[in-house]
Nanobody
Framework: QVQLVESGGGLVQAGGSLRLSCAASGSDVSLRRMAWYRQAPGKQRELVAETSTGGSTNYADAVKGRFTVSRDSAKNVVFLQMNSLKPEDTAVYYC?????????WGQGTQVTVSS
């Protein structure tokens, strides 16, 4: 069993920055993919950014050029650097990690961007 713990959310003004962290622990399992999703009130959960074994990354169009996902594979930690934040980035951000057999979710961290 893998536990994911997110941190780094909070309240920031438009144009500001936040850095989210997600640490995986609990089992010596290889995580082939780690990702960030978000869910705004009344909307479906959506992929924000992902990084896979080997370092490949993928971003939602809405965050390209503003967000950067990175991973410390040795420590099983994934980060999301969020710059130039907009009010529409307001959501609960969830960390997701996948092994070859299972998908794991964190509890979520609130990001609120004020205009």
């Amino acid at each position: 069993q893998v536990q994911l713990v997110e941190s780094g959310g909070g309240l920031v003004q438009a144009g500001g920055s936040l850095r989210l962290s997600c640490a995986a622990s609990g089992s010596d399992v290889s995580l082939r993919r780690m990702a960030w999703y978000r869910q705004a009130p009344g909307k479906q959960r959506e992929l924000v950014a992902e990084t896979s074994t080997g370092g490949s990354t993928n971003y939602a169009d809405a965050v390209k050029g503003r967000f950067t996902v990175s991973r410390d594979s040795a420590k099983n930690v994934v980060f999301l650097q969020m710059n130039s934040l907009k009010p529409e980035d307001t959501a609960v951000y969830y960390c997701n990690a996948e092994s070859t057999m299972w998908s794991y979710w964190g509890q979520g961290t609130q990001v609120t961007v004020s205009s």
